[in-house]
């Protein structure tokens, strides 16, 4: 049997979902951060971003070992490209969450009080729509067993169906928040060009986790 | 388990180191037995001296073929924890020797009659043949299996008889029809047995996975899958297969057997798929339960297999033997039928039940410990597939291996996206082995072929 488990390779699926997982995890530090930029407490900040850094990194490592074992001979479940793209798409979830936690920790930032609601909101709903993606990674295993059909797949499309939702939702914050933050503009003059790439940052968050799904809903319905 | 861990254990997989000591061991047993033999005015213990050789060199590659590949069958069940370690090889050696003794008889004929022109071969050469062809085919399994490449047992001893055939005898005394055959099964066995695992799976899938409650479904069609295995089983061995009994039973007569025998089996398997436990479903992996359910009916696609194997491949040891032991007695006639002896398929039986025991035991223990990616569901419909096909070619007199049909079955699952991954470079070095089987087995019969003809004559 030495032959048949060298013919039958390591499962990307596993891993696949590891790296969500830590991703994810990273993606979740927003809400504290959000706190720590609401009491503007620089020490709080400098460590989230820290812990931010630690779990961006984690993914990273996942991420390039499923790279490096992902060569061209293996015949996948899931075709070597969707695989690939999805797992951009997680990856991508950390790396803004670290790109959001860079900049707060380098200016020092303080959210003003009229934001903190409307941003609080935000952070919850994106964090929301990445645990939502994350359920749907771990079904991944699942749709493997039963070949991306049935209904297995109905199920996940049903659950990507509620990311979009989810999505939609964070898209109507993140507008009120915008309103919010423009209202106020002469008051925060330049800091409101960088509140508003914050804004959006956190809003791409919820894009990214909506893309993951779509990008499955694809495999389901080849 | 991440990637390095599951690399180091598939490297514990190849064959131990020993493996090498056993060829040199094997020629200093020869060499003994022909020294004896000489002593003995080419007797032992009133036995012929070619008879030892070829009872030794049978039990050799009975040995060489339950050291390698027995324990596939069983280890996926063994790794499942359905099947103790212990059972699993009580399990497999029964399968085996019955498969040998109850439906081996067709492939033992093509073996021994169906290469070679026999009108022109020489009772000596023949000896010397078989006696070579034995020794060469067990001496590349080996090989192979240190190296851990699958290579057919089948196809090692046609290539050895073709080689000594084309050099003893001359090229135009091989059948090359027949070995043209054999090699158009390197494509159609795998073919075949794919395609039945890709509209097994397929069908599984239909009927199992995507329903509501797949562990119902299973346990409802379980049955039917039984009854289809005992069937097929039964039809094969029933159909004139069971000529070593002196029973011969015509058609009618064996679909009636084979359907009792089928309606049998239903009922074990309703019996024992009542029997699987549940437990906890798990939210994260809700197939974990089916899959448990899947096991039972692994278990008994492995004994298809190990059945299979035995009707097809452990002819391979006994069919040389049978042939060598009669131009030994027919007194250098070579007779136009050379019955296959209860102790010969003793030889056989005793050669796999110590090869388990010295090596399948722990191949076995390794693949069990392994979390194989290949789940029961998978390993079901693969192996279904794989034993439906080498009984039936075993039924039809074409020597198919059963390797070949066991990767083109997981192949077939593979393609209908039911494997995580499959390593299209592992096929790759598997497909190059089979066809270097033929050569060099060849080659190696040849050298043999000289060899005991320089010890014996």
Redesign the interface.
């Known amino acids: ?13 596993g ?1 696949m979902q590891e790296h969500m997982r830590a991703a994810v995890a990273c993606a979740r530090q927003v809400v504290p951060l959000v706190e720590a930029m609401v009491s503007g407490d620089r020490d709080a900040i400098r460590s989230q971003r820290g812990e931010i850094d630690r779990l961006e990194h984690r993914a990273d490592e996942i991420k390039h ?1 499923i790279r490096s ?1 992902l060569p061209r ?5 899931i075709e070597r490209r969707d695989m690939l793209e999805i797992l951009d798409h997680q990856d991508s979830i950390a790396d803004v969450t670290q790109d959001i936690a860079e900049l707060v920790d380098q200016r020092g930032m303080k959210l003003p009080d009229e934001l903190a609601e409307p941003v609080r909101r935000l952070a919850a709903r994106v964090v929301a729509a990445c645990d939502q993606a994350q359920r749907i990674i ?1 079904e991944l ?2 749709l ?9 797949a109905s199920r996940v499309e049903e659950m990507i169906s509620e990311l979009a939702r989810i999505e939609s939702e964070t898209d109507e914050l993140l507008d009120r928040a915008c309103r919010t933050l423009f209202g106020i503009e002469e008051r925060l003059g330049i800091s409101t060009v960088y509140w508003h790439q914050i804004l959006l940052w956190i809003a791409d968050l919820a894009d990214y986790a909506e893309r993951v799904g779509n990008r499955l809903r694809l495999l389901i319905a080849n | 388990m991440g990637w390095r861990e599951a690399r180091a254990i598939a490297r514990t997989h190849s064959a131990p180191n020993e493996t090498l000591v056993y060829p040199p061991a094997l020629l200093c047993v020869t060499g003994v037995l022909q020294k004896a033999g000489s002593l003995g005015g080419g007797r032992l213990l009133g036995v012929p001296i070619e008879i030892w050789l070829a009872g030794v060199l049978a039990l050799y590659m009975a040995w060489a073929i339950g050291a390698n590949d027995v324990a596939n069958a069983m280890g996926t069940s063994v790794g499942s924890g359905a099947l103790t370690v212990r059972w699993a090889i009580v399990v497999a050696a029964l399968l085996e020797f019955s498969g040998a003794f109850l439906a081996g008889g067709h492939v033992t004929d093509t073996v021994r009659k169906g290469m070679l022109d026999m009108d022109r071969v020489s009772a000596d050469s023949l000896l010397y043949g078989m006696l070579a062809a034995l020794t060469s085919a067990a001496t590349l399994l080996l090989g192979a299996t240190r190296l851990g490449l699958p290579v057919s047992t089948t196809h090692a001893i046609v290539g050895a008889i073709v080689g000594f055939g084309a050099v003893a005898i001359g090229p135009d005394a091989v059948a090359w029809g027949k070995v043209g055959q054999i090699v158009a099964s390197w494509l159609t066995s795998p073919l075949l047995s794919g395609v039945l695992a890709y509209g097994i799976f397929q069908f599984t899938r239909r009927a199992v996975l995507d329903r509501e409650s797949p562990i119902e479904q299973v346990r409802r069609l379980g049955p039917i899958f039984f009854f289809y295995v005992f069937f097929i089983v039964g039809l094969v061995t029933l159909f004139k297969g069971l000529a070593n009994l002196s029973l011969d039973l015509d058609l009618p007569q064996a679909l009636l057997g084979s359907c009792l025998l089928g309606l049998v089996g239903a009922g074990v398997g309703w019996f024992f798929l009542r029997r699987v436990k549940e437990g906890e479903p798990d939210r994260d992996h809700r197939f974990d339960q089916v899959e448990r359910v899947f096991v039972v009916l692994q278990i008994l696609t492995a004994c298809a297999v190990a059945f299979a194997h035995g009707s097809n491949d452990v002819a391979n040891s006994i069919g040389p033997l049978a042939a060598i032991v009669s131009v030994v007695e027919g007194g250098g006639e070579i007779v136009g039928k050379s019955p296959v002896r209860p102790w010969m398929l003793a030889v056989g039986g005793l050669g796999i039940v110590f090869g388990l025991a010295t090596w399948g035991y722990r191949v076995m223990e390794t693949v069990g410990r392994k979390i194989t990616e290949l789940t029961p569901s998978r390993g079901f419909a693969a192996e279904l597939a794989a034993a439906t096909t080498i009984v039936l070619a075993s039924r039809l007199g074409i020597p198919v291996s059963t390797t070949h049909t066991l990767v083109g079955a997981v192949l077939g699952v593979g393609i209908a996206r039911g494997i995580g991954a499959l390593d299209m470079r592992v096929v790759g070095s598997i497909v190059v082995s089979w066809v270097a089987t033929l050569p060099i087995s060849a080659g190696l019969s040849i050298f043999f072929y000289y060899f005991f003809k320089g010890l014996l004559s």
């Open positions: 049997m030495a032959w048949i488990d060298k013919l039958v390779g390591r499962s990307p699926v891993p070992q074992h001979r293996l015949m996948l479940a771990d295993d699942e493997v067993e039963t070949g991306f059909a049935g209904r297995e």
